[in-house]
């Protein structure tokens, strides 16, 4: 069974601070996908990056990157330069595998970031 | 790009009657749609998997007579609370899945069950 853990309820920043929000996981398969998504209070969900298991360099997307650490399996997100709009749960989330519940995810108990000015 | 639209966005219905939330892939054919429910500040708890056509699969715990799932087609997925309880008041959300590309989720909908 598939297992993702966040172990910060809530973590604070400064404006325009670099965060790292932590994400760890446990699979025995050796295909999989990992997930960051950000949650506002308004409820949607925000994809934000991911990374595959195979992929050799970490994923990056404008402030967002991913330190993928394979052997620990730890995929925590690194949130550079963090804005006041940034306050919000994130969540960390890992894929099945392909097959007929290819897109199910499971997911972290969440982080809820907190931007200060 | 891909867009899920969930409809209600929020509902407030009495004890012991009934609610239906839709899915709806706007822009493409989604061979599967997965439902969560989310309490305030917990995580995502998957619901079931619903596979058009074809019956829903449950996740362990989750009532099936209680949460009806019909995807009857490409583009829709419903679920329906029977005989709603306070204990229901939660906030569901769908995603649906193109192919073998990422998921796409829709913005939720908050139930209240008075």
């Known amino acids: 069974a598939q297992k993702i853990t966040q172990t910060q309820p809530g973590m604070f920043v400064q404006e325009k601070e670099a965060v790292t929000l932590d994400c760890t996981y446990d699979t025995s398969d050796p295909s999989y996908g990992l997930f960051w998504y950000k949650q506002p209070s308004s409820g949607e969900m925000i994809f934000l990056i991911y990374?595959?298991?195979?992929?050799?360099q970490n994923a990056t997307e404008g402030r967002y990157s991913l330190n993928f650490q394979k052997a620990r399996k730890s995929a925590n997100l690194v949130i550079s330069a963090s804005q006041l709009g940034d306050s919000a749960m994130y969540f960390c989330a890992m894929r099945e595998l392909p097959g007929t519940s290819y897109g199910k995810l499971t997911f972290g108990q969440g982080t809820i970031l907190t931007v200060h000015p | 790009g891909a867009v899920v639209s969930q409809h209600p966005s929020w509902v407030i219905c009495k004890s012991g009657t009934s609610v239906k939330i839709e899915c709806r892939s706007l822009?493409?054919?989604?061979?599967?749609m997965f439902w969560y429910r989310q309490f305030p500040k917990q995580s995502l708890m998957l619901m079931a998997t619903s596979n058009e056509g074809s019956k829903a699969t449950y996740e362990q715990g989750v009532e099936k007579d209680k949460f009806l799932i019909n995807h009857a087609s490409l583009t829709l997925s419903t679920l329906t609370v029977t005989s709603a309880h306070p204990e229901d008041s939660s906030f569901y959300i769908c995603?649906?899945?193109?192919?073998?590309?990422?998921?796409?989720f829709g913005n939720g909908t908050r139930l209240t069950v008075t």
């Open positions: 995603s649906a899945r193109r192919d073998s590309s990422f998921l796409h």
């Open positions: 822009d493409f054919q989604a061979t599967t």
């Open positions: 990374q595959g298991s195979y992929d050799q």
